[in-house]
């Protein structure tokens, strides 16, 4: 692990063994709490040091320690006279004139380090004070480790250290924990929360590495082992103190524990003094959230369950509590009655705060102690989970949940209850991919609700229906089914269900017809963020987005995705942010910021239980970019965005595939496999799409001499291709910031001038494939001293970096942390996470460090 913010530490250290050369001894007191990184910066000044003679000792954590353990250490590698008194059993006052006559020898420095004070005995603390005191007129440096952290009020350690201070050779050096910026150097490349891990260790470089070692997010055994062998070193009051404490949480008022407490006054002392408890004002608190985690995995079952009930019987007494910490403790005393009383409460207010994950967790809580509920309740149970489940974009859980409440609704003869949960199903399955299974879904839910009821269930049934409806094609059905649900709505005054058909409505104009919806789709915003509706706001921001990408309208679509994420990460929206950066990516792939567009697709990818239809942006981007750049896994990525596509049953997913496979092919030189592709997905979008995306295929019919009737409208820098204008249709690419499309339209209209301009672009978006096959186009022309490979500028340019990649380099070489990067070059923090993260895949290094270092090896100069 690198050693981060030290350098100060280690500079001090430089000039304090300066000033022990000169014959003015230093006793450096190192302190820290445990895993802090004393002897790791001993260590590394020890390598940086020349012309010096290290003597190491360490006192035992015993608990009966070696007398004068540390000298007995030094004089084993000294040897000579101290040596020989060690053996000979010399009695404390030779010994101790020995070893100041040690530190006095003649040569290389003498450097003294004794480590773990904490657990010196009397006869080696006296040692301390000794030399301590005659230290000032020795040519010598002492370096003292010792945790501060395990240090009582009444450790005799303390009174000497207080002596010490008043030395004129004495010199102390507190160790502070890492801040938040150095653990996310530490975390490098990894997909580790930075924050979350500088939380949960509080900075602490022992706990940091060890939980980056293990790869997981339960405690490390190394960490179980540190803390019990701590624990273990308390006495038994301490203990049950730091145990009770571990069970009520980070942090504890004193009133939880003294009922439960024989002798208050001195457990609570001697809790205190194992350093794993620490005062808080009035209260106490544990000094790592990752310690309280090993001490409470490690306590006995049986006695878990007798504190976790006397803590539930605590607080219902004393009322006023959070129905969550209820629920927990009532699950750890496992009493099923108090978690079916708790549990529902608490997941329905951590909805409400927009705390979606915990509220899921809360229902999962209670159906695991449900079985012998009524099937209603479960049913609710099993709702509400599906619920929550599917607002952070665990479809599969959704899918699960809403079967069993489906499964105990039908056996209660409770049909409208189905039919809403058929609803949901039918939103699941669409977010799964399964098209054809989510339009049953939906016609059942409207074909069971209808003679039942014209109440919300109804309305929902209609709205999910007509957007089904209009996503495959039928507009006038999907019109008709839209109107009546948002009747239904503004009837019952419901505005979550106006804002729904109005997203949609707003949504199928935008992208099925390429007609400007955006601001039906600001009135769905506007109605949800009026009511407070978190879902409603977050899937209206989500469309904005999309809308504002399928439009071109790409400004727009910058500002709907930053106000889109701030909104949807602050409440725990998963499905819709992650919608918010799939078209992020199909925006940013066509203004051709590809590296931004791969790194925000691959981090999506990676993200855990991620939806289908969610993977279906960043799939088609990143082996759409891949295949330009002829990367050998391009079709991995574009075959599973086909899968995925066809299996929606929407031409709206299908049709672009097609677009970006058709490319490929022509790009490997397989016209009649590009003009199948291109033909399959004009058809399947022949008047059930946008122009913009109807005009992606037919270009390619175009540009291959394969049209058949494409008399139909388009997109206007397509239609000028598709009629010729070709001079044209490159300016109105190039007004929209696509210039990729531009060059592909110059180099298709045959004229030497532009098709070299249009080389010149694929190469310096590192498109090799589409560089070589327009050189294979021009060779077929008859176009004579055609450019071989990248222009010199781009060779030029270091690792293959991006001018603004370059740029954040440089930043990051100052020391500059995102926040002030993007302060610096006034994009967002966002931006430049994703800039750092290209550039350091680019250079192939795993950190910040790193690339600093290497920003340095290729001569990039801080920008000023």
Not at 28 to 35: A, P
Not at 153 to 166: K, M, Q, W
Not at 316 to 330: I, K, T
Request: proline share 3%; charged share 25%; net charge negative.
């Amino acid at each position: 692990m690198e050693l981060l913010e030290r350098a100060q530490f280690l500079a001090t250290l430089a000039e304090y063994a300066g000033e022990a050369r000169q014959g003015d001894g230093r006793m450096v007191l190192v302190s820290g709490e445990s895993g802090i990184g004393k002897t790791v910066l001993v260590e590394t000044f020890q390598a940086r040091l020349t012309g010096a003679r290290w003597l190491w000792g360490s006192c035992d954590g015993l608990l009966t320690p070696r007398p004068l353990g540390p000298l007995l250490d030094i004089a084993g590698q000294a040897g000579g006279e101290l040596a020989d008194l060690c053996r000979n059993d010399a009695s404390r006052e030779r010994l101790f004139a020995a070893f100041t006559a040690e530190l006095d020898s003649p040569g290389a420095l003498p450097v003294i380090v004794i480590e773990d004070v904490h657990w010196a005995d009397e006869a080696t603390i006296d040692l301390l004070s000794f030399v301590g005191r005659r230290l000032a007129r020795i040519r010598a440096l002492v370096l003292v480790t010792y945790r501060d952290d395990e240090l009582g009020d009444d450790h005799r350690l303390r009174i000497v250290l207080g002596d010490l201070a008043t030395q004129r050779a004495t010199r102390r050096m507190g160790l502070p924990p890492l801040s938040q910026e150095a653990v996310r150097v530490l975390i490098g490349p990894r997909e580790v929360d930075a924050a979350e891990v500088h939380r949960v260790t509080g900075g602490n470089p022992f706990y940091v590495s060890e939980i980056l070692d293990s790869g997981s997010s339960e405690v490390p055994a190394t960490v179980r082992d540190a803390v019990g062998a701590r624990l273990g070193r308390a006495s038994s009051a301490g203990r049950r103190v730091i145990e009770l404490a571990a069970v009520i949480g980070a942090r504890v008022e004193r009133s939880m524990i003294i009922p439960a407490l024989g002798d208050p006054a001195s457990s609570l002392d001697d809790g205190l003094a194992s350093g794993i408890l620490v005062p808080d004002g009035n209260d106490l608190r544990f000094r790592h959230e990752i310690v309280r985690r090993a001490v409470e995995a490690g306590i006995a079952p049986h006695r878990k369950l007798e504190l976790h009930a006397y803590l539930l019987n605590f607080f219902e007494e004393r009322g006023g509590c959070d129905p969550a910490v209820l629920a927990h403790h009532a699950e750890g005393a496992a009493n099923a009655t108090a978690v079916l009383r708790h549990a529902p409460e608490a997941a329905r207010q951590s909805s409400a705060l927009g705390a979606h994950r915990e509220a899921a967790a809360q229902f999962e809580r209670a159906l695991r102690f449900s079985d012998d509920a009524d099937d209603a309740l479960r049913a609710e149970f099993y709702e509400g989970a599906a619920a929550e489940f599917a607002l952070v974009d665990r479809w599969d859980d959704t899918e699960t949940a809403l079967r069993a409440a489906l499964g105990l609704r039908r056996e209660l003869g409770d049909f409208i209850a189905v039919g809403d949960d058929l609803r949901l199903l039918s939103v699941t399955l669409w977010r799964l991919c399964r098209g054809q299974e989510s339009a049953a879904a939906a016609q059942e839910a409207v074909q069971i609700l209808e003679p039942l009821t014209a109440g919300p269930q109804l309305a929902w049934a209609y709205a999910n229906l007509g957007a089904r409806m209009w996503s495959i094609g039928h507009e006038a059905e999907g019109r008709r089914l839209l109107a009546q649900a948002q009747e239904i709505g503004e009837r019952l005054e419901r505005p979550d269900i106006v804002s729904y058909t109005l997203n949609a409505l707003g949504l199928a104009l935008s992208k099925r017809l390429g007609q400007d919806g955006i601001g039906i789709l600001e009135r769905a915003l506007q109605v949800g963020l009026e009511a407070n509706l978190h879902e409603a706001a977050g899937r209206a921001l989500s469309s904005l987005g999309e809308a504002a990408v399928s439009l071109q309208r790409f400004q727009d679509a910058d500002r709907y995705y930053d106000e889109g994420m701030a909104y949807c990460e602050g409440r725990e929206l998963g499905a819709f942010s992650l919608c918010l950066m799939g078209w992020r990516t199909r925006g940013l792939v066509q203004l051709g910021r590809w590296d931004e567009a791969v790194s925000i697709g691959q981090q999506m990818l990676r993200t855990p239980g991620i939806s289908q239809v969610n993977q279906l942006n960043p799939l088609q981007v990143i082996g759409t970019i891949r295949g330009r750049r002829a990367q050998a896994d391009a079709w991995d990525f574009l075959n599973k965005a086909e899968a995925f596509g066809v299996a929606t049953a929407e031409p709206q997913w299908i049709v672009p595939v097609r677009a970006a496979r058709a490319e490929l092919r022509w790009l490997s030189g397989d016209r009649e496999l590009a003009v199948r592709e291109a033909e399959s997905g004009y058809d399947q979008g022949l008047g059930r799409v946008d122009p913009w995306v109807r005009g992606s295929v037919a270009i390619w019919l175009a540009r291959l001499n394969a049209p058949d009737n494409l008399g139909v409208e388009f997109a206007e820098p397509y239609a000028l291709e598709i009629a010729g204008d070709y001079l044209d249709a490159a300016a109105a690419w190039e007004r929209l910031g696509r210039t990729y499309d531009a060059a592909l339209t110059r180099l298709f209209s045959s004229e030497e001038a532009h098709m070299r301009r249009a080389l010149t672009v694929f190469e310096d978006l590192g498109a090799k494939a589409t560089a070589d096959a327009a050189r294979r186009r021009m060779k077929e022309l008859g176009l004579t001293a055609i450019p071989r490979g990248p222009r010199l500028a781009t060779r030029d340019t270091p690792a293959g970096l991006t001018r603004r990649e370059q740029e954040v380099l440089a930043l990051l070489a100052e020391g500059l942390a995102d926040r002030e990067i993007s302060v610096r070059l006034f994009i967002s923090e966002r931006t430049v996470n994703h800039h750092v993260s290209s550039l350091l895949n680019k250079i192939g290094v795993a950190n910040r460090a790193a690339a600093a270092r290497e920003a340095s090896r290729l001569g990039l100069l801080p920008i000023t």
